[in-house]
């Protein structure tokens, strides 16, 4: 299970850092993602990150702004959210899925299996 934090309101040009903790303890075989949804609109991946963290990806209108991280140790994932835009406005989505390798990136929502609850971003201008 997935639980996602970190969201709330912040002006344009802010920062938000949101954060998907897990209680497994297997977390270090998954590899995860960030997603989005704003209202009217299909759920977007932002970033992915491989089990060991050594591998990232990123859509490109995050590209250079949002940053993936992991910490295997504490069973959770990061978004570190820079410059952000009121475009960014949505609910943000953590996901999961078992990699049985370590460089692995997911980027289709279809891959994920496990998800979490979103939180909500909202960026004023």
């Known amino acids: 299970q997935l639980q996602a934090s970190g969201g709330g309101l912040v002006q344009a040009g802010g920062s938000l850092r949101l954060s998907c903790a897990t209680s497994?303890?297997?977390?270090?075989?998954?590899?995860a993602g960030w997603f989005r949804q704003a209202p009217g609109k299909e759920r977007e991946f932002l970033a992915g990150?491989?089990?060991?963290?050594?591998?990232?990806y990123y859509a490109d209108s995050v590209k250079g702004r949002f940053t993936i991280s992991r910490d295997n140790a504490k069973n959770t994932v990061s978004l570190q959210m820079n410059s952000l835009k009121p475009e960014d406005t949505a609910v943000y989505y953590c996901a999961a899925r078992p990699s049985s390798t370590l460089s692995t990136v997911y980027r289709e929502k279809s891959g994920y299996f496990n998800w979490g609850q979103g939180t909500l971003v909202t960026v004023s201008s």
């Open positions: 990150i491989s089990r060991s963290g050594g591998v990232t």
């Open positions: 497994g303890s297997t977390f270090s075989m998954y590899a």
